[in-house]
């Protein structure tokens, strides 16, 4: 049976961060859903003015953690500070967490993990500009392409996307 993949975001994600991830699991063969705040369409961010729109598969309230076997975050400003406020994104985070399934984040896209409450101990990377709040979370903040702690998985950029795509390939398989 194929493994299914949980992407989380909403309006001003980094296109990248969700095309390049969601083309790569569905090359190794995964089923992937993109996961929104509601259901709909939601507008990426590409690079320096709004992106195309991508239809949203399931909103967060009626996507169940148990229908998928990892979930990931991709980055941009405005995607990961919006989902960091919203409480059903947050237990829906911290659901994969408990159940102990990978959750791979990139860029900004950490963000919401501070809120869910889960980085403290964790090893990981992010953009530069997030590491200050990570290590005050009490994350073990690292500059390097991918970092895997346990099941959580994390890159710092777009730059990384060869290898954080790998990476959760590599821990699903």
Not at 141 to 147: G, L
Request: overall charge negative; charged content about 30%.
């Amino acid at each position: 049976m194929s493994k299914k993949i949980a992407i989380l975001a909403t309006d001003g994600f980094e296109e990248i961060e969700l095309t390049s991830p969601k083309e790569a699991y569905e090359k190794a063969g995964f089923k992937v859903e993109i996961i929104g705040e509601n259901p709909g369409n939601i507008r990426a961010w590409a690079e320096t003015d709004w992106g195309k729109d991508y239809p949203v598969d399931k909103g967060v309230e009626e996507a169940s953690t148990s229908d998928y076997d990892a979930l990931v975050l991709p980055g941009g400003v405005i995607n990961p500070d919006k989902l960091r406020i919203n409480k059903k994104v947050l237990a829906f985070i911290r659901q994969f967490f408990e159940t102990e399934k990978p959750v791979a984040a990139i860029c900004h896209g950490s963000w919401p993990l501070i809120d869910a409450e889960v980085v403290s101990g964790k090893k990981m990377t992010s953009y530069k500009s997030i590491k200050n709040d990570l290590k005050n979370a009490g994350a073990k903040w690292v500059d390097q392409e991918v970092v895997q702690d346990a099941n959580l998985i994390t890159s710092r950029n777009p730059g990384d996307l060869k290898a954080f795509n790998a990476k959760l390939i590599e821990v699903l398989k």
